[in-house]
């Protein structure tokens, strides 16, 4: 092998090595944060089992009260400190809201956040993407501000309840109504106009 055949193996083996290199570091970003996204949704959904369990514990099976849905889920009763109260507690502190998750008294009350998407759904036909939705419901309702993950957990949460469908494309999640909720919506709809009459 001649010193220069050597030279331009050992240059390829330098620019696939490069290569390989940055295709790793680009992958190991992409895992970290979908990581990211995973244990935030685990947070939500260890939430909402708690807050399930404290339901069907109660003897009474009172109506759930109200909550909308950029204040912070509700955590475990006291107790052993949990991962998800951890979180909550972060959460609490960021928003600036007490560990109740209560705002300012005598504020009325906002319509849901889930009510709000479902009703932007409700207006198109075809599959949309978290951030258009998040970014309509900016538009339509200047006074909310949910986060774009507050918006993905919540259509997660109404996938979870049956309201929404998740379509993936590619690499991409759209959401639609459900065909029952659609259904719902406009035989509502169509009530409330024949009532009129």
Do not use: C, F, W
């Not at 928003?95 to 705002?103: E, K, N």
């Not at 459900?178 to 024949?194: C, I, L, P, V, Y």
Request: charged content about 30%.
């Amino acid at each position: 092998m001649t010193s220069q055949s050597a030279a331009t193996l050992r240059s390829r083996y330098v620019v696939q090595a490069a290569s390989d290199l940055e295709e790793n570091r680009r992958r190991q970003q992409e895992l970290a944060e979908k990581i990211r996204m995973l244990e935030q949704e685990e947070a939500l959904l260890v939430d909402i089992l708690a807050l399930a369990e404290r339901y069907e514990a109660s003897s009474d099976r009172s109506p759930l009260p109200e909550q909308t849905q950029d204040d912070p889920v509700l955590t475990r009763k006291p107790g052993p400190r949990s991962v998800s109260s951890g979180r909550a507690a972060r959460r609490a502190a960021r928003t600036g809201r007490g560990p109740a998750g209560g705002t300012a008294k005598g504020k009325s009350r906002q319509p849901l956040l889930g009510d709000l998407l479902m009703g932007l759904l409700e207006g198109h036909h075809e599959p949309r993407l978290a951030k258009e939705l998040r970014d309509e419901l900016l538009r339509k309702h200047p006074d909310r501000n949910p986060t774009p993950q507050v918006v993905r957990n919540t259509l997660e949460a109404l996938v979870a309840k049956g309201r929404v469908r998740r379509h993936k494309q590619q690499r991409s999640v759209m959401y639609t109504l459900t065909e029952s909720t659609a259904r719902a919506n406009t035989g509502s709809g169509a009530d409330a106009s024949d009532d009129a009459r």
